[in-house]
C-alpha cells in the first residue's frame, strides 16, 4: 500500500476584499399639492436604507433610498408647521477585486451630511454626503493533513491548532406590526410630523440549536395636536420582539455574530374604538444576519520520516481570518446649552433631535481612536409672535479611545455606532443639559497563517549513507534541538532515544547535552 496523507476538510468565511465610497446626492423636492407653501425651514432630516447589494465580476452594487423629512413652517396665516417625507433612490458600484456573483456582500450606509437650498415656496434642493462601504465574504473549503497512512514504522510530528470551522449565515427578514395607544395626558392626534426608528436592547442567546435574537424597536414620534392652539407634541414609543433564526451546527459553544438592518418603517395615526385618532400604526421591517463559527481543536500534521524510507513533504499555508479582539464600550456626552445663542429667544422646548457623524477613526498604538461630533437640534416655541416655531442648531464634539492591546496597523479594525439614548434637561430659565449615549461595538479581524502539508512523495532511502554512519553516536545537542529533529537525522525514533538515554520528558533539552544514538536502532 502506497503512502497517503489523511486530510481533514473545514470551511471558512475569509474576508475577500471591501470597498468605502463617498458620494453626493442632490435631488429637487417639490411640495406636495396637498401641503401649503415653504415659509421657513425648521428642520431637516434623513434615513439612509440599504435594501440590496448585488455581487458581479469584480464589483458589488448596492441600491437603496433617502428618505428625506423635512419640518417646515407654512406660508399662510396659520404659520402652521408641516412636514414633507421623500424618498430619493440611488444605486452605486463599489469596486471589489475578486468578486464573484453569488457571493455574499453586505453594505452599510451613513448619511454624513445634508443640507438644503430653498429654490422657492414648492421647490426645494437637498443635497446629501452618502457614505456606502461594502464588505465581500468568500466562503470556501479548506484542507489540513492530520496524518499519513498506507505505510509501517512512519513517524509523525503534530501541532495542536486551534481553528475557527464556519458553519454558515441565516438572513430572516422580520415584520413587526403593533398599534401603539396615546397616554391618556396627551391631546388626540391631528397629524403626524415625524417619526424616527431604531433598533435597542439588543441581545440574543442560543437554545436548542437555534438562535434566539431579542431587541426593541425606539420609535419617537412628532406630531400636532387636533386641539385649538394646535400645540406639537412629542412622544416616544417602545415595542419588544423576540425572532428564532435557525443555524446548523449551533450549540452553547459557537461563536455567534448578530447583526441588524433596518429596512423600511411606517407609523401613522390610526383610530382608537371610539373613533378618535389616539392610535399610531407602527409597521417596521427589518433584516436579521446571523453567522456561527465553532472552535476546533485540530491536530495538523507538522512533519513525519520513516527509518526504512525516504519520505519527501511539500507544504504551504492557509490563510484565515481571526478575531484578534472584541470591545464593546460607550460614548457618554453631557454638555450645557447657552439659549441665549438661540434666536429668537427660548420659550418653551419641544424636543432636541440628537445624531453622531464620525470624522476620523484611526489606528494607534495599541488603541482604536474615534472622533466625531454630535449634532443636536433644539425645537422650541421662540417668544416672538412672527416666528412662533424655530429650530437651534448646536454641535458637540467628542473623541473616544478604544484599548486594544497589540493593534497594529495591519489589522482591520470593523467599528459599528448606535444611538442608544438621548434626552434633556431644563437646568435654568437659559440652559439646557443633553445628555447622549452612543453605543461602540469594534470588532478587529486579523490574518492567521497556519503552515500544512499538502502532499507526500515516497523514495528509497540512501544506503550507502546509512552504512558510512559509525555503530555509536554521541551527539551534543544545539540551540533549536529537539529530540524529534535528532531521532530523524539518524534514522532513528523519538521512543528509543528516550530508551536508551533514560529521558522522562521528551521536551526537555539543554543545549551542550549528550545523547546516545545507536546504529543497530536504525
Given at each position: 500500500m502506497s503512502l497517503e496523507l489523511v486530510k481533514e476538510a473545514f470551511k471558512v468565511n475569509n474576508l475577500l476584499g471591501e470597498d468605502t465610497i463617498q458620494t453626493v446626492i442632490e435631488n429637487d423636492i417639490i411640495v406636495p399639492d396637498t401641503k401649503p407653501d415653504i415659509a421657513r425651514v425648521l428642520l431637516l432630516d434623513g434615513d439612509v436604507f440599504v435594501t440590496g447589494c448585488d455581487a458581479g465580476t469584480d464589483r458589488a452594487v448596492a441600491s437603496g433610498c433617502i428618505v428625506c423629512k423635512i419640518l417646515y413652517v407654512s406660508d399662510d396665516e396659520a404659520r402652521s408647521v408641516k412636514?414633507?417625507?421623500?424618498?430619493?433612490?440611488?444605486?452605486y458600484t463599489?469596486?471589489?477585486p475578486g468578486v464573484r456573483g453569488g457571493m455574499k456582500c453586505r453594505t452599510k450606509g451613513i448619511l454624513e451630511h445634508m443640507d438644503y437650498n430653498l429654490l422657492n415656496g414648492r421647490k426645494i434642493n437637498v443635497k446629501s454626503i452618502l457614505?456606502?462601504?461594502?464588505r465581500a465574504q468568500?466562503?470556501?473549503e479548506r484542507e489540513y493533513c492530520s496524518g499519513v497512512a498506507g505505510l509501517e514504522d512512519v513517524q509523525v510530528l503534530t501541532d495542536n491548532v486551534v481553528l475557527n470551522s464556519y458553519l454558515g449565515s441565516n438572513k430572516v427578514n422580520y415584520v413587526i406590526k403593533e398599534d401603539l395607544d396615546l397616554p391618556s395626558s396627551k391631546p388626540t392626534i391631528g397629524e403626524v410630523l415625524s417619526n424616527d426608528v431604531k433598533i435597542t436592547g439588543k441581545d440574543f442567546k442560543i437554545a436548542d440549536g437555534r438562535v434566539i435574537v431579542k431587541g426593541d424597536i425606539a420609535i419617537s414620534t412628532l406630531y400636532v395636536a387636533d386641539d385649538e392652539s394646535r400645540s406639537m407634541q412629542y412622544m416616544e414609543n417602545e415595542v419588544a420582539f423576540t425572532q428564532f433564526v435557525d443555524l446548523d451546527g449551533v450549540d452553547d459553544d459557537t461563536l455567534v455574530d448578530v447583526d441588524y438592518d433596518l429596512v423600511?418603517?411606517?407609523v401613522d395615526a390610526a383610530e382608537d374604538a371610539d373613533g378618535e385618532l389616539r392610535s399610531l400604526r407602527a409597521e417596521v421591517n427589518l433584516n436579521i444576519y446571523v453567522e456561527g463559527t465553532s472552535r476546533k481543536e485540530a491536530e495538523i500534521l507538522a512533519d513525519a520520516y520513516s527509518p526504512k524510507l525516504?519520505?519527501?513533504?511539500e507544504r504551504s499555508t492557509i490563510e484565515l481570518d481571526e478575531i484578534f479582539a472584541e470591545n464593546r464600550s460607550q460614548i457618554t456626552i453631557r454638555d450645557l446649552v447657552d439659549l441665549n445663542e438661540c434666536s429668537p429667544e427660548v420659550s418653551e422646548i419641544f424636543n432636541?433631535?440628537?445624531?453622531?457623524?464620525t470624522a476620523d477613526m484611526r489606528l494607534e498604538e495599541d488603541k482604536v481612536v474615534i472622533e466625531g461630533s454630535v449634532q443636536n437640534n433644539l425645537l422650541y416655541l421662540a417668544n416672538s409672535e412672527e416666528q412662533p416655531i424655530f429650530c437651534c442648531k448646536k454641535d458637540i464634539p467628542f473623541k473616544h479611545e478604544i484599548e486594544i492591546k497589540g493593534i497594529n496597523r495591519?489589522?482591520?479594525?470593523?467599528?459599528s455606532l448606535e444611538m442608544e439614548h438621548c434626552n434633556y434637561s431644563m437646568v435654568s430659565s437659559n440652559q439646557v443639559e443633553i445628555r447622549v449615549a452612543i453605543g461602540v461595538n469594534t470588532k478587529v479581524e486579523a490574518k492567521k497563517k497556519v503552515p500544512v502539508i499538502f502532499k507526500a512523495n515516497e523514495g528509497q532511502i540512501d544506503e550507502k549513507k546509512l552504512q558510512s554512519m559509525p555503530s555509536v553516536i554521541i551527539y551534543i545537542t544545539q540551540p533549536g534541538d529537539s529530540l524529534w529533529k535528532i531521532a530523524k537525522r539518524y534514522g532513528t525514533t523519538v521512543d528509543i532515544l528516550m530508551k536508551i538515554n533514560n529521558f522522562q520528558d521528551r521536551d526537555v533539552l539543554m543545549v551542550g547535552q549528550q545523547i546516545l544514538v545507536l546504529k543497530k536502532a536504525i
Open positions: 412636514s414633507i417625507i421623500s424618498n430619493i433612490p440611488f444605486s463599489l469596486d471589489i457614505s456606502l462601504n461594502c468568500d466562503e470556501l423600511d418603517y411606517k525516504r519520505i519527501s513533504l432636541v433631535l440628537s445624531k453622531y457623524n495591519d489589522m482591520k479594525p470593523n467599528v
